[in-house]
């Protein structure tokens, strides 16, 4: 029975500790983006290049950057869309389109898939940690288990902090 009391306090006190983040509020005035100081990945090596250049570079110089040669039609519409491209930078060099602004706020906000996949990692095991503690109450050596569930949940919880860190 003093089981089944200390894991329903743990469970309360667990609860109420998830609800203590209070949510960040939006800025009121949209921030201007510098078209020469937001970068893409360019080709498989990554090597990054701002929409500034990218608006502005040869069809040559991008296939060097890239490692892929394109053939006409490819170049075609390279060159159309950094035509489109160039209308929606303005003469100081910031983003004048709202879908563009929109696109690199969701490029630089969202946590990347790897941080993503940990925080699922670390829910799925806090979860069955708890399961297999509420059947430790009946299976005494489910408890292990649980154990051994809510030690990788931690592990997991601490690599999530760390890549949530590093995205910021």
Do not use: C
Request: net charge positive.
């Amino acid at each position: 029975m003093k089981k089944v009391l200390v894991l329903f306090a743990a469970l309360a006190i667990m609860v109420t500790s998830f609800a203590s983040v209070s949510p960040a509020s939006a800025p009121k005035k949209p921030v201007r983006i510098n078209a020469a100081q937001f970068f893409i990945p360019i080709g498989k090596t990554g090597q990054q290049i701002s929409l500034m250049e990218l608006s502005q570079i040869k069809v040559s110089d991008y296939e060097k950057l890239s490692g892929q040669n394109m053939n006409l039609s490819q170049k075609i519409g390279f060159k159309l869309a950094q035509r489109e491209l160039r209308k929606n930078i303005n003469p100081d060099g910031t983003l004048n389109s709202k879908r563009m602004e929109r696109l690199s706020h969701k490029m630089q906000k969202p946590a990347d898939s790897k941080t993503h996949k940990l925080l699922i990692t670390w829910l799925v095991l806090l979860g069955g940690a708890i399961v297999l503690g509420i059947i430790a109450v009946f299976v005494p050596f489910v408890g292990i288990l649980s154990g051994l569930a809510g030690l990788a949940a931690l592990v997991f919880f601490v690599l999530w902090l760390i890549s949530l860190s590093q995205n910021m």
